[in-house]
């Protein structure tokens, strides 16, 4: 075991915690696991480790897999928090959160098992010292040895899959950055301004989306697909939710509420409520979140139709409102606001004006001679042609 310590102090923790995969262990050898086995195994790590934090992990259904004559005890140390497992529906059942606590302690996995599945998205599984094996000797007792996860058919699968993740990640990343720009010099002209923006804005893709480009791009930075987050209901929708997880908005669709889905969003949630949400799907065009609750969750990576349209509903409303929600002014109003904020425009503004109105009133005086001068020159002619009697005799005028 000397050998074993002298691994996990060459990994520099300051800490050592080793989270140990109990149903793995209490079934090494067997083909049903032993509570016995598992209690004898960790009672030999703590005496071979004495300054070690121990951790042990068991899948949801190993009470009911052991004998039942165990199950009493069990209960009782999973009361005393001895064991722990996973939420019933959590994707990946156990190993999934077995890893996922080794990777928050930064720990050490005691497990046979090499979680060939998980290698895509944990590497650190290959670091030296971040695995143990263990194997019963009999006369002997537990022995303890470091080991490398074996790579095999589906470790290549999990490789490949976890590196087009980060493929699509990177990608999606490019997209929302296309529509950022960059801080310009305050001496800039209002036109190399506007050129900047228009240069900076895709072509066919809406300057209108769900979340700012920062914030979007930072969310999926740090939180990849099948990640469970805890989120507050924010409203309703006809066809599901909008889910607040920080400052980040994100959409959660009927289909993600429940199996069969519910009718109204309502039936599932309450306004302000916090729930634990599951990433389902990005939409980088529209700068998106789908979610899911964790028990009918289904990592698409690609948003359904039904967050799409609530998406562009959302972008939409975004772009009538400023963050605050008042109103956004447009049109007219915009240049009164922008007039009545600069003196120096206001007052080109009030002679453009008042220009306007001498040379309407100029034109005005002018269209009314030529009226004149034309109606006095239409009744002359008229008082010099002659007049016509009913009995067809011209009459002198006079």
């Known amino acids: 075991m000397r050998l074993v310590a002298e691994c996990l102090t060459s990994t520099n923790m300051t800490t050592q915690h080793v989270v ?71 994707i990946g059942r156990g190993d999934a959160f077995l890893l996922r606590i080794a990777q928050r302690v930064d720990g050490v996995v005691l497990s046979n098992d090499s979680f060939q599945e998980f290698h895509g998205e944990h ?21 303890f040895v470091p080991r490398t996860p074996v790579r095999g058919p589906r470790s290549r699968v999990a490789v490949r899959d976890a590196s087009r993740e980060k493929d ?43 979340n700012d480009p920062m914030t979007f791009i930072s969310f999926i930075a740090e939180h990849p697909l099948g990640q469970e987050l805890e989120g507050s209901v924010e409203s309703f929708t006809s066809h599901g939710a909008v889910v607040h997880i920080g400052s980040v908005r994100c959409y959660v669709p009927l289909s993600g509420l429940g199996t069969p889905a519910p009718r109204a ?33 289904v990592v698409s990576g690609h948003p359904s139709d039904e967050t799409v349209a609530a998406e562009v509903s959302m972008a939409r409303r975004s772009g009538r409102t400023g963050r605050s929600g008042a109103q956004v002014k447009t ?15 206001a007052g080109a503004a009030k002679t453009a004006t008042a220009k306007a109105s001498a040379k309407k009133a100029a034109t005005s005086k002018q269209a009314g ?13 008229s008082k010099q042609v002659p007049a016509v009697t009913s009995a067809g005799v011209k009459s002198p005028a006079n």
Request: no cysteine.
């Open 20 to 90: 140990v995969d109990g149903s793995n262990i209490a079934t090494e050898g067997r083909s049903t696991p032993s509570l016995d086995q598992l209690e004898a195994a960790v009672a030999e790590l703590a005496h071979e480790l004495p300054g070690a934090e121990v951790t042990v992990v068991v899948d949801a259904t190993f009470a009911h897999r052991i004998d039942p004559s165990e199950l009493s005890r069990f209960e009782q140390a999973a009361l005393r928090g001895e064991y722990v497992y996973p939420p019933a529906g959590a």
């Open 123 to 143: 590497e650190w599984l290959f670091e030296r010292g971040r695995l143990l094996g263990a194997t019963p000797v009999p006369g002997v007792g537990w022995i």
């Open 168 to 210: 699509r990640v990177v990608k999606a990343i490019a997209e929302a950055t296309k529509e950022v720009v960059e801080p310009e010099e305050e001496t800039s002209s209002p036109a190399a301004k506007s050129h900047r923006r228009l240069r900076n804005r895709p072509s066919g893709v809406s300057p209108q989306a769900v």
């Open 265 to 297: 969003a309502r039936e599932v949630l309450h306004r302000g409520e916090t729930r634990t949400w599951v990433i389902t799907a990005l939409d980088p065009y529209r700068r998106g979140v789908e979610l899911a609750l964790p028990g009918v969750a």
């Open 331 to 345: 049109g007219p109003q915009v240049k009164a606001a922008a007039v009545k904020a600069s003196p120096v425009r």
């Open 369 to 381: 001679a030529s009226k004149q001068a034309a109606a006095s020159k239409q009744a002359a002619a």
